[in-house]
């Protein structure tokens, strides 16, 4: 066959944001789930899925194909043929049931609050083509924080604005920063905010929500995520106060306190006037029926039973891990909060008796030596604003955090002999951007 020329130049059709993206990299691309590494890294629930499974992993009474034991879970496997319901009334009314607490306020969320979608991201994206203009308005974001923001603002042509979170105020936000930007700069159409944030792990205070919320003239969208929400003290999630507010988006997930990331189901709480925008650029049929069935078993009282008691593991487990990390010569400082399944802590060039200091040398150096001589996969934050030197940790089961106390505390020990090798200079540097750079 002739060799054929085209006029098709993939650098000049494609759009310059979209070849300019960096590759997307998240927590499976370097160590994967192949059941001979410890998964530290990316903030699942250790426990597993919030189901009542028996000890094989089977659903008690499960039901398929029609021949129903159990009502609570119904996957027909012979009407997978045919397409998901599109409005999903029946498992919005269950989420509405779980955050109705009248915590924050008298009123009801009811199904016309809520946008469902495949994770949170989906919400995040949905968001940005609803509110922003390609190349025109932008968003704001509070760092250090989940990178899936500015990620979908590059891919939809959105500048982001930074307002850092207080670094000295245990990563605090910082409401009348946030306010002046949005006074001086109108473009600014969505504030994202993350509640307990991510990789800081600490809740916002209400009051400093409230206080952007305020603003006198900006005309936007404020965007508080709860992906964690579950692993802090009850009542604080903020979900219901969407009634009191016409801009306020509350997004959650069941990939975290419900162990569900497999089934990729995210939500957003919301006014129904934004709900309505955000239902209509959705794809018609974004929630699979397997996803939907699992579900709403997960919603029942029994399946909430479960991620309660795992959630009481999980919670255990973290207090054990600020108790007994900080033992470990060669530990720093917890930084941020611990209302979330997970730590970021300090590593130090040496132990702090002898004066050490946080370092990104000996922070790469130990989740590298984790990870590939010790399995066991943490996440390297130190590039982050404000935490330098820093592991973020996954809490996980008692027998994980066994063998990650002993691991770390053997990997320094070798570090400070000189026995674990350090990458030079400028290896490190390109490292630390890389293993920074994964989306978890």
Request: charged share 25%; aromatic share 6%; proline share 6%.
């Amino acid at each position: 066959m002739s060799a054929r020329t085209s006029p098709f130049n993939l650098s000049t059709c494609a759009r310059p944001n979209i070849l300019a993206l960096q590759p997307y990299r998240c927590a499976r691309d370097d160590y994967k789930d192949d059941g001979t590494n410890i998964l530290l890294d990316a903030n699942e629930n250790a426990y597993g899925p919030a189901l009542d499974l028996d000890k094989h992993g089977t659903l008690r009474n499960a039901a398929a194909n029609g021949h129903h034991q159990d009502k609570n879970l119904e996957i027909d496997l012979l009407g997978l043929n045919r397409y998901p319901d599109p409005h999903q009334l029946g498992l919005k009314q269950l989420l509405c049931n779980l955050r109705n607490t009248h915590t924050h306020t008298s009123k009801s969320l009811r199904p016309e609050n809520l946008f469902m979608g495949v994770g949170s991201d989906e919400a995040i994206d949905a968001l940005l083509r609803c509110f922003c203009r390609p190349g025109h308005d932008k968003i704001l974001t509070c760092p250090p924080t989940y990178g899936m923001y500015a990620v979908s603002a590059q891919v939809n042509d959105l500048e982001v604005v930074k307002v850092p979170l207080d670094t000295d105020n245990q990563f605090a936000l910082r409401p009348e920063a946030i306010n002046q930007n949005l006074s001086s700069d109108p473009s600014i159409k969505i504030v994202y905010v993350c509640s307990p944030g991510n990789p800081t792990a600490n809740l916002v205070s209400k009051s400093d929500l409230q206080q952007v919320l305020e603003h006198p003239s900006w005309n936007g969208v404020v965007v508080l995520d709860e992906a964690y929400i579950d692993f802090a003290p009850d009542g604080t999630s903020l979900a219901e106060w969407v009634t009191e507010w016409p801009n306020l988006v509350v997004m959650q997930t069941l990939s975290k306190a419900f162990g569900l990331a497999g089934i990729r189901l995210g939500a957003a709480f919301t006014s129904p006037e934004i709900a309505g925008l955000l239902n209509n650029v959705k794809a018609p049929y974004n929630i699979s029926s397997p996803t939907s069935a699992l579900a709403h078993t997960a919603l029942q009282p029994k399946s909430l039973e479960v991620m309660r008691i795992n959630r009481a593991k999980i919670l255990q487990q973290r207090d054990r891990m600020l108790k007994e990390l900080p033992q470990v010569p060669g530990i720093g400082q917890f930084l941020g909060g611990a209302d979330s399944n997970f730590l970021l802590v300090e590593i130090l060039d040496k132990a702090k008796e002898q004066g050490g200091k946080p370092s990104n040398e000996s922070a790469l150096a130990v989740y590298e030596a984790l990870a590939e001589k010790r399995g066991v996969v943490v996440r390297f934050r130190g590039k982050e604003l404000g935490c330098e030197g820093c592991l973020r940790i996954t809490v996980g089961s008692e027998s994980e955090v066994d063998k990650f106390l002993a691991e770390i505390r053997d990997v320094l020990t070798w570090l400070y002999q000189g026995k674990v090798e350090v990458n030079g200079e400028a290896d490190e540097s390109q490292k630390e951007r890389e293993v920074n750079d994964i989306i978890a």
